[in-house]
């Protein structure tokens, strides 16, 4: 079955950066896009970036533009997302995100907390 297992999350000062991680299995994971979500408490899931297949393209939130990266290692089976200068307002749970037979699959999530 499709697994999604996320980590690398934690507790940061506004300014700093984490490295998130996402381990795949299950499925064909070179030939399908990858993406992360994020969710604050007592707010919808909101999309944060997306990478092709190949890694050849990607797409960020407006709000995270310029400070995130996302990119893949096929041979690991592994998707990233590098988050730099941190914002309080980037506080939530980060999912990791696949669609595969027309279904949406989700990690459990890693807290990502950024306080002073």
């Known amino acids: 079955q499709v697994q999604l297992v996320e980590s690398g999350g934690g507790l940061v000062q506004p300014g700093g950066s984490l490295r998130l991680s996402c381990a795949a299995s299950g499925f064909a994971f070179s030939n399908y896009a990858m993406s992360w979500y994020r969710q604050a408490p007592g707010k919808e899931r909101e999309f944060v970036a997306t990478?092709?297949?190949?890694?050849?393209?990607?797409k960020y939130v407006d709000s995270v533009k310029g400070r995130f990266t996302i990119s893949r290692d096929n041979a690991l089976k592994e998707v990233y997302l590098q988050m730099n200068n941190l914002k309080p307002e980037d506080t939530a749970v980060y999912y990791c995100?696949?669609?595969?037979?027309?279904?949406?699959?989700w990690g459990q999530g890693t807290q990502v907390t950024v306080s002073s």
């Open positions: 990478i092709s297949w190949s890694g050849g393209s990607t």
């Open positions: 995100n696949t669609e595969y037979w027309a279904t949406s699959y």
